[in-house]
Nanobody
Framework: QVQLVESGGGLVQPGGSLRLSCAAS????????MGWYRQAPGKQRELVAT???????NLADSVKGRFTISRDNAKNTVSLQMNNLKPEDTAVYYC??????????????WGQGTQVTVSS
């Protein structure tokens, strides 16, 4: 019903930058929340940043001051600008969309994930 496609991951040195992008398609209802989660090997998936269709944003404490989330409602895209990357940022990053159907059923959708590796 909703498909999410991520891009922009890769290998970067500590202190470097990457920009992740996610494009959503299908039956997307508003209001909704789009955002990014990450999962490192042996760790639980954790929230990185979210942005609502009304313009409100939320960032995890670990990335405040370094990451910025932005979205384009007209294009149904969301991006994550990651600056001053640290080795502990290494993880698979997943795009997420949450919305409610007209009948009130809340649905959660995930992208396939994109690898971010921060290493010297």
């Amino acid at each position: 019903q909703v498909q999410l496609v991520e891009s922009g991951g890769g290998l970067v040195q500590p202190g470097g930058s990457l920009r992740l992008s996610c494009a959503a398609s299908g039956s997307i209802f508003r209001p909704n929340v789009m955002g990014w989660y990450r999962q490192a090997p042996g760790k639980q998936r954790e929230l990185v940043a979210t942005a609502t269709s009304e313009g409100r944003v939320n960032l995890a404490d670990s990335v405040k001051g370094r990451f910025t989330i932005s979205r384009d409602n007209a294009k149904n895209t969301v991006s994550l600008q990651m600056n001053n990357l640290k080795p502990e940022d290494t993880a698979v990053y997943y795009c997420n969309l949450m919305h409610s159907s007209p009948l009130g059923k809340r649905d959660n959708y995930w992208g396939q994930g994109t690898q971010v590796t921060v290493s010297s």
